[in-house]
């Protein structure tokens, strides 16, 4: 197995949530005084939902690179 076959995914889910949480951080700032008060709900819950992505992503990376150096230890 390639490792850019198991860090890929988790790289691109890093990516993914950052850029979505720079498009509700745009949201957020650009909601005025004169919007709905439930305007900003929905970019809110999104940059929780790009938090947890990028937790997840992040996990991952985390046990791809642990599984790499258990193999890298037992080679050696």
């Known amino acids: ?6 860090l890929s995914p988790a790289a691109a889910g890093i990516r993914q949530a950052l850029q979505s949480a720079r498009t509700h951080a745009a949201q957020i700032v650009s909601t005025g005084r004169d919007d709905q008060p439930g ?7 999104g940059l929780r939902q790009d938090r947890l992505q990028l937790q997840a992503s992040a ?10 150096g258990t193999l890298f230890d037992q080679k050696t």
Do not use: N, Q
């Open 59 to 68: 996990r991952v990376l985390k046990a791809a690179d642990e599984m790499i």
């Open 1 to 6: 197995m390639k490792t850019e076959s198991i």
């Open 39 to 45: 305007a900003l709900v929905e970019p809110l819950i």
